[in-house]
């Protein structure tokens, strides 16, 4: 099983940013999908964004266009940038690993284990 693990949370500012990172502890094939989830207290998990890995296929959702990239970095590394932050982007943070190019979490099968990302407005 793959194992994840998703850094670079913190406290900032509302309008300021922040990069997430995703590191697998293997390489990341082309035919893989790297997501980002989040949820707030309270709240179900959320999609945030995919990536088709070899083909660099995107997709977002709408809460996040144009504010947030996902993107590749070396062959085991995903990266989530963060630009434009806003109070409701406040929530636990997380990076996925599977095979279908999905928003639905359940279609998910590796996980890490979550970064808090706090906006203050």
């Known amino acids: 099983q793959v194992q994840l693990e998703d850094t670079g949370g913190g406290l900032v500012q509302a309008g300021g940013s922040l990069r997430l990172s995703c590191a697998t502890s293997?390489?990341?094939?082309?035919?893989?999908?790297m997501a980002w989830f989040r949820q707030a207290p309270g709240k179900e998990r959320e999609f945030v964004a995919a990536?088709?890995?070899?083909?660099?296929?995107t997709m977002y959702a709408d809460s996040v266009k144009g504010r947030f990239t996902i993107s590749r970095g070396n062959a085991n590394t995903a990266y989530l940038q963060m630009n434009s932050l806003k109070y409701d982007d406040t929530a636990l943070y997380f990076c996925?690993?599977?095979?279908?190019?999905?928003?639905?979490?359940?279609?998910?099968?590796?996980w890490g284990q979550g970064t808090q990302v706090t906006v203050s407005s």
């Open positions: 996925a690993r599977g095979t279908d190019f999905t928003s639905t979490p359940t279609q998910y099968r590796d």
């Open positions: 990536m088709r890995w070899g083909v660099q296929r």
């Open positions: 293997g390489r990341i094939f082309s035919s893989a999908v």
